[in-house]
């Protein structure tokens, strides 16, 4: 299987430098990645290093806790689409969800899946399955299908821990079919990327790219 084709080719750490951008951009056009997922601040830099490549510009919203309100969560993303992203990753809001305020936390995904659809952009939607339960994942993966979203993913890679193929199982049982999943953090071997994508997901965000496809 080309793993290649999966991956979102993950560049989030705070002090990433230029330098250390320009090598997953280089990295992802020569290896044929799908994204280059980088901090807001990096993309119109990437989309510009990218242009006419075939390798998009994903970048994230609200992230690493998804507790930004969702008026600065749209302005992000709608600033975002502006600077050249195709792809947007969204935290939702965890602590609302786990406050069992499901309409409030629909909300909050709607109006950015809103912007990111009315810009022909993809959205997806992580849900940070780590503070989860079974049950609060299957459920988190259902409401972000519901809100329309094109994939629910596992992880920002920033919590206690990231992707399991458990979690990635229940997240595929849970979604419509117009959802797919995305599984990310601590994917750092072909074996790990393979299980998780036999388990149901159809993207992978990893920072260990060149190590996964054997680079």
Known sequence: MDLNKYIDHTLLAPDATRTDVDRVVKEAIENKFVSVMINPYWVSYVHEKLSGTGVKTATVIGFPLGANTTSIKVAEAKEAIKNGADEIDMVMNIGEFKSQNYEAVEND???VVEVGHDNNRIVKVIIENALLTSDETAKASKLVSDANADFVKTSTG????????????????????????????????????QAMIDAGATRLGTSASMKIIGK
């Open 109 to 111: 995904i709607k109006a």
């Open 158 to 193: 920033f919590s206690i821990s990231g992707a399991k193929v458990e979690d990635v199982k229940i997240m595929k049982q849970a979604v419509d079919d117009h959802t797919q999943v995305k599984a990310a953090g601590g994917i750092h071997s072909a074996e790990e990327a």
